[in-house]
């Protein structure tokens, strides 16, 4: 049954920093598409190539060659190195590619086809959530953390390995216990000479020292309460922008209709977990807010493109600020040691200090 299971995932490896490479990518994506829309609006929109030669040269093709490049670094090399710079020249590829959506779904070419911005807004949720969820879903195997031991030591013998990717690397050796081949793993690490971090690798410190941010305020005795007052004031704010939409003129139609069915979703998920803070505990509402905030990026921000973009992107940035101190809170819960107490709302407001 394992051998049928390996067999059907392809015998791929997942490796213990794809979800820093993937949102290095996502940012590298979403940064893109808005500095160049921005840039074709400054200078009203020129094509080159144009001018009656009967040529356009559109951003999708050095994107293409972005992401070509992205790849070449990937068959190219080998270790842990590439992937960073990988993460972000594709990122940057994909972002000018897809940012063109428009013109590939409709029969005019059309740039600037409203629901595009939806559709690219649809494809980086998916990617993010899905891919987040898959991995807490399954943890990574003993055999697969052997295996991203084995990729750090790549970068080692090649005296490219920093001293606090080693140090994880045998932390991870740890926890596998007698695998094959851990403790021949940890022999040849222990031996490495640690390097300077190189600058590839600042891209993957600088996605750690964010979420060591989200760990310092999930454990705040504040974070709990902010998170649903900031949950219930999105859901607001996405209904009344509909209505300002509606009222405006410019119609309510499928998109209002999403917008009011997924911020009211979002919003009776959000009551709902400060109703729970208090009859079932923390972990109890954290969960409820952690559905609330995914409903409102998964539908309410989706159709919220139609009706405004720029309230949309507001919105994206608190639902992933949300996302992310919601899912550093559930981490920290689950890390706890099994019959640990658990602090109530109450007792974290006469005791701010206590551990959490």
């Not at 902010?226 to 509909?242: P, T, Y």
């Not at 209002?256 to 911020?263: K, Q």
């Not at 409903?295 to 989706?302: C, D, K, P, R």
């Not at 981490?331 to 974290?348: F, H, I, L």
Request: glycine share 10%; hydrophobic share 50%; aromatic share 6%.
């Amino acid at each position: 049954m394992p051998r049928l299971s390996r067999a059907l995932r392809m015998d791929l490896v997942r490796s213990d920093r794809g979800a820093q490479n993937l949102t290095t990518f996502v940012v590298a994506a979403v940064s893109t598409i808005l500095l160049t829309r921005l840039l074709l609006a400054l200078t009203g929109y020129p094509q080159i190539g144009g001018g009656g030669s009967g040529l356009h040269v559109a951003h999708v093709l050095p994107g293409g060659l972005l992401m070509l490049a992205a790849l070449v670094l990937q068959f190219a090399y080998v270790g842990r190195g590439p992937r960073p710079v990988a993460a972000l020249v594709g990122g940057a590829g994909f972002g000018l590619f897809i940012d063109e959506v428009g013109k590939f779904v409709t029969t005019d070419n059309d740039y600037f086809y409203e629901p595009a911005v939806a559709i690219m807004y649809v494809v980086f949720a998916a990617l993010v959530v899905g891919a987040r969820r898959w991995r807490r879903h399954r943890p990574l195997d003993d055999d697969e953390k052997v295996a991203n031991a084995a990729h750090a030591l790549v970068d080692g013998l090649a005296g490219h390995l920093p001293a606090g990717h080693r140090e994880e690397a045998l932390r991870g050796l740890d926890e596998v216990g007698d695998e094959f081949g851990a403790r021949e793993l940890r022999a040849l690490l222990e031996r490495v000479e640690p390097s300077p971090v190189p600058v590839p690798q600042h891209l993957e410190h600088a996605w750690a020292r964010v979420q060591e941010l989200f760990d310092r305020l999930a454990t705040s005795w504040w974070a709990l309460p902010l998170m649903g007052a900031c949950l219930l004031l999105q859901s607001a704010g996405a209904a009344l922008v509909a209505a300002g939409a509606w009222v405006a003129g410019r119609g309510f139609g499928a998109a209002g209709l999403g917008v009011v069915v997924g911020a009211g979703a979002a919003l009776v998920l959000a009551l709902a977990g400060l109703v729970q803070a208090r009859r079932r505990g923390r972990h109890a509402a954290v969960e409820s807010f952690q559905r609330s905030a995914l409903t409102s990026l998964l539908v309410t921000q989706v159709f919220l493109f139609a009706a405004s973009q720029f309230a949309a992107v507001a919105g994206l940035v608190v639902d992933l600020v949300l996302l992310g101190l919601v899912n550093a809170d559930l981490a920290r819960m689950r890390s706890r040691p099994a019959g640990a107490p658990q602090r109530s709302q109450s007792s974290t407001r006469t005791a701010p200090k206590s551990p959490s």
